[in-house]
């Protein structure tokens, strides 16, 4: 018997400048989920959540999906891929939201590993930074962003754990 434990982010050595990955699954963002994220966030603007006005009143003539939510699903996309084994998100250096989404949009997203540099103070770690585009299903760029995240050198990581023992399947 073989036990697979599925690959949740990288270790340090595991990123080499220039490498992309393309992440999967994609999202449809659907109306529900822009005004549940509006709730949430108590970001109440009529643009998101009142089509009379987002038909009437506004440049797009329709609802536009707030940029935060749109954001956070690119960046969640990421995770699996880049963030997922780290110690810690340190920084967005920029975030541009380049066109619009709508409700009924199906997200994408791609990251590019810009750079990388090892900890000064730590020996086990070091900090990668990544570019992430989050696009719609027409190919058009809808967001982009640059942050810096510090991961775990391999081996410095703790081990990945469960609250069972590995002979559930004897």
Known sequence: MTTFD?????YYEEFEPGDVYRHWPGKTIT?????LFCMITMNHHPLH??????ENETVQ??????????????LGMSVPDVSGAAIANLEVES???????????TIYAETKVIGKVESKSRDDRGVVTVETKGFNQRGEEVCFFRRKVMVWKQ??????????GDDVWS
């Not at 599925?6 to 990288?10: A, H, K, L, T």
């Not at 975030?95 to 709508?102: D, M």
């Open 6 to 10: 599925r690959p949740f982010g990288r």
């Open 31 to 35: 109306e529900a989920d822009d005004h």
């Open 49 to 54: 959540t009142n089509a009379w006005y987002a």
């Open 61 to 74: 003539g329709k609802n536009v999906v707030v940029g935060n939510l749109v954001y956070s699903l690119v």
């Open 95 to 105: 975030l541009i939201h380049r066109a619009p989404t709508f409700h009924g949009d």
């Open 155 to 164: 081996a410095g990581a703790p081990p990945r754990r469960r609250p069972y």
